[in-house]
């Protein structure tokens, strides 16, 4: 052994091997981009369950699409803008009531923290505007009679706050799936409270 490390460093090529084996750790931190310096794109399918709606309380689900555009401002700390299409109405059981999402716009700051090197959990607080409609058909019947003092505009107040809870794995380099869930609006005016449930991808660069 001592003798292959002796005409190793005797070699011509010891000071290009020496060189390399010096600026090879250096090299790969350099590859390395901190979080910090990375935004992020994500696109994702998001459940909406509208809860309380009319007297009886009931709930009904919508579906929409999300997308969202962030960065992180430090390796714990994020922000991102959201912009989100209803694609599925919300029909209130036992009626002929529906809510429909029609957009959604969303701003928030968040936390991540990670849970081992391929998983983080996060949380996130911010301002949502929204708006879509509410229809009723048949607005004699008695099983409407709950839903006839909304007016045609859904949800009354546009702008509300907003929260998430979320946890991510990363699949493979820079690229997460992610699961959340937390509340996107309470509509002051009609007090129907709606949550957001959602999955998709994230992709980090």
């Given at each position: 052994?001592?003798?292959?490390?002796?005409?190793?460093?005797?070699?011509?090529?010891?000071?290009?091997?020496?060189?390399?084996?010096?600026?090879?750790?250096?090299?790969?931190?350099?590859?390395?981009?901190?979080?910090?310096?990375?935004?992020?794109?994500?696109?994702?399918?998001?459940?909406?369950?509208?809860?309380?709606?009319?007297?009886?309380?009931?709930?009904?689900?919508?579906?929409?699409?999300?997308?969202?555009?962030?960065?992180?401002?430090?390796?714990?700390?994020?922000?991102?803008?959201?912009?989100?299409?209803?694609?599925?109405?919300?029909?209130?059981?036992?009626?002929?009531?529906?809510?429909?999402?029609?957009?959604?716009?969303?701003?928030?700051i968040g936390m991540h923290y990670p849970l081992g090197e391929y998983a983080n959990i996060y949380g996130q607080f911010g301002f949502s505007y929204i708006h879509g409609e509410a229809?009723?058909?048949?607005?004699?019947?008695?099983?409407?009679?709950?839903?006839?003092?909304?007016?045609?505009?859904?949800?009354?107040?546009?702008?509300?706050?907003?929260?998430?809870?979320?946890?991510?794995?990363?699949?493979?380099?820079?690229?997460?799936?992610?699961?959340?869930?937390?509340?996107?609006?309470?509509?002051?005016?009609?007090?129907?409270?709606?949550?957001?449930?959602?999955g998709g991808v994230r992709y980090e660069f």
């Amino acid at each position: 052994m001592t003798k292959v490390v002796r005409t190793a460093l005797q070699s011509p090529l010891a000071p290009f091997c020496l060189c390399a084996l010096l600026l090879s750790p250096q090299a790969n931190a350099q590859e390395t981009t901190p979080r910090a310096d990375k935004h992020y794109v994500g696109l994702l399918a998001t459940a909406i369950n509208h809860r309380t709606i009319g007297p009886a309380a009931e709930r009904a689900w919508g579906s929409a699409a999300t997308l969202v555009v962030g960065g992180h401002i430090t390796d714990l700390f994020h922000a991102e803008l959201r912009a989100g299409g209803g694609y599925k109405d919300a029909k209130v059981p036992d009626s002929d009531f529906t809510l429909a999402v029609d957009y959604f716009a969303s701003w928030y700051i968040g936390m991540h923290y990670p849970l081992g090197e391929y998983a983080n959990i996060y949380g996130q607080f911010g301002f949502s505007y929204i708006h879509g409609e509410a229809t009723l058909s048949n607005r004699d019947a008695d099983r409407n009679v709950f839903y006839r003092n909304f007016g045609d505009e859904f949800p009354d107040s546009g702008f509300s706050t907003s929260w998430l809870a979320g946890l991510d794995f990363e699949v493979i380099e820079d690229t997460f799936l992610v699961f959340e869930g937390g509340k996107l609006f309470e509509d002051t005016g009609s007090e129907v409270n709606s949550f957001q449930f959602s999955g998709g991808v994230r992709y980090e660069f």
